[in-house]
């Protein structure tokens, strides 16, 4: 005898039944759906031509697909979304960035050679010496735009010899870009012409108009005087190079170099990224503007995120040390207190310690001053700079030490210091020769990954210094407190002549040597890899 559902009057595992069915069928819904959203990004992103995305989503909608659809594959389901955020947010940008390292993708390298074709075309330049003067002729309240001059050379057979035109009324209250057609007359108007200060009062419309004649010359205004035709500066040839009407020279297309080259070698922007090897690699070794500032930051680089590691650990170990202390009394207060660096974001710390330090103003020179007289450059000088970065950071990083310390400590069998004190040993002896020794190999991997962590400390270095003062001399954006991420941000992002190339290749050593520390990370932690 069957339980029936008493919503429905079915028997019960019918409606589990279809309910799983409806459950599956929603599900395959979503996948579709989401497949389709995917195709359609594929179609979207190869329109555009950028092939190296529509090739990710097709990828991804095509594994998504696979493992949605297959029994076989169900256990996969569960971790293909942490599978495909890990491919889309970290595998693809490190791939794309090693690409980008193999090119010369730059700001003067940016477009591809069909839109650098296609904006070199729509280039346009005034013929010399055949300007149009023109006048203006009221009509009622609007007003006519009269054009006379002598054509000559190739503008006498663009415009068939025609050498007077007029336009329509017009209302030159009209500031918006408009384009007008004139039509050829064999006189002036039969009136007086506008004088000069009613012209100037009209200049805004006047510039904002582009007249077109029947043999579609485009007319500007090239002075208060007179309007000029724009004729086509390059001349596309069946080759691929193109012909400069204006200055009678050829640019011919380098693919070595992604630029359009005249006849004595001359490059003319913007290009197109190509391929060059290891060519921004063997720049960072073999130019010595480069060289210079980037071996001068890579090991203050190496050096600040040593020190840090070591400051912040001195100063959280020796205060965890005396929270232990058993006869120190208001533990919970002095503790809160020690941690609160920890829970003000880093930003407004950093913030603070800007204004504290400022040259002129800070409390910090102030405070110097009334004490020693001295009024120390912490922004312009190179030491000092670099000394300001690591008080700050060791103020911030010290709560972190504290905390991993303080756990450690408490771990630590009292028995050890029971025996040490029979044996006549004191605090100093406890702290160096039972606490520290026990605690530091747990600690080590914890320390690796601080080390790795203010090795990209970028947002210190953005807030506080901006990597200032600059290095002298150097050919890229350049500061002697820049760390290696900043410095890459500044030759990807700022100043000019923006160089993506050289910047991708920087990011990926920077991310061989965090790998190659988080590896080290892992082997310390005894983690199969």
């Known amino acids: 005898m069957y339980t029936t559902n008493a919503s429905r009057g079915l028997p019960r595992h019918r409606s589990r039944h279809l309910g799983e069915r409806y459950t599956r069928w929603a599900l395959r819904a979503l996948v579709a759906t989401l497949v389709l959203a995917l195709l359609w990004l594929v179609l979207a992103f190869h329109l555009n031509g950028q092939w190296m995305f529509a090739l990710l989503f097709l990828v991804l909608g095509a594994a998504m697909a696979v493992v949605f659809t297959r029994r076989s594959l169900m256990s996969h389901r569960y971790i293909f979304p942490a599978v495909a955020g890990l491919g889309v947010f970290v595998i693809f940008p490190l791939l794309y960035t ?21 904006q070199l075309m729509s280039r346009s330049y005034q013929e010399e010496g055949a300007a149009f003067p023109f006048s203006l002729y009221r009509e009622g309240e609007l007003v006519r735009l009269y054009l006379e001059a002598e054509a000559s050379g190739e503008l006498d057979e663009v415009m068939a010899g025609q050498r007077r035109f007029v336009t329509a009324p017009l209302n030159l209250a009209n500031e918006e870009a408009r384009t007008i057609d004139v039509q050829p007359v064999e006189a002036p108007p039969q009136a007086e012409p506008l004088a ?44 691929g190079s193109l012909y400069d009407r204006r200055d009678d020279r050829v640019l011919t297309p ?36 480069i060289r210079g500032p980037f071996v001068q930051i890579f090991v203050w680089t190496f050096a600040f995120a040593g020190l840090t590691v070591l400051f912040t650990l001195i100063v959280g170990f020796v205060l965890a040390s005396l ?16 941690i609160l660096p920890y829970a003000v974001p880093a ?33 312009t000088d190179p030491w000092l700079a670099r000394t300001m970065l690591l008080i700050v950071n060791t103020w911030l990083g010290y709560p972190y030490m504290l905390l991993l310390c303080m756990g450690l400590i408490q771990s630590i069998p009292k028995d050890l210091y029971e025996a040490s004190a029979v044996d006549g040993g004191g605090p100093v002896t406890n702290l160096l020769k039972i606490t520290l020794p026990l605690i530091l190999k747990p600690l080590t991997p914890l ?58 290749a920087i990011a990926t050593l920077i991310f061989l040597l965090v790998a190659g520390m988080s590896l080290l990370n892992l082997r310390l932690s005894k983690v199969k890899v």
């Open 196 to 239: 000069m200060r009613e012209v100037i009062s009209a200049r805004g419309a006047l510039q904002a108009l582009t007249l077109v004649t029947p043999e579609g010359v485009e007319l500007r205004m090239a002075g208060m005087r007179s309007f000029a035709p724009m004729l086509d500066r390059y001349q596309a040839r069946d080759d």
């Open 98 to 118: 090693i690409g980008i390292s193999f090119s010369n993708y730059s700001s003067s390298n940016l477009l591809s050679e069909e839109r650098v074709r296609a």
């Open 323 to 338: 929270l232990q202390w058993e006869q120190l009394r208001g533990k919970a207060i002095y503790r809160t207190l020690l």
């Open 447 to 504: 320390l690796i990954a601080c080390f790795a962590f203010n090795f990209n400390n970028f947002v210190l270095i953005a807030l506080l210094t901006g990597g200032n003062p600059d290095i002298l001399g150097a050919s890229t954006p350049a500061g002697t407190t820049d760390l290696l991420v900043s410095y890459t941000y500044r030759i990807a992002f700022q100043d000019a002549g923006q160089n993506f190339g050289l910047a991708a």
């Open 254 to 289: 380098d693919q070595e170099t992604g630029f359009f080259v005249t006849d004595d070698g001359a490059t003319i922007t913007p290009g197109w990224p190509v391929a060059v090897g290891l060519d921004n690699y063997t720049r960072i070794v073999a130019d010595p503007d």
């Open 347 to 379: 930003f407004i710390s950093i913030l603070i310690f800007k204004g504290m330090f400022n040259q002129h103003f800070g409390e910090v020179n102030m405070i110097l001053d009334s004490l020693f007289g001295i009024r120390p450059e912490w922004f």
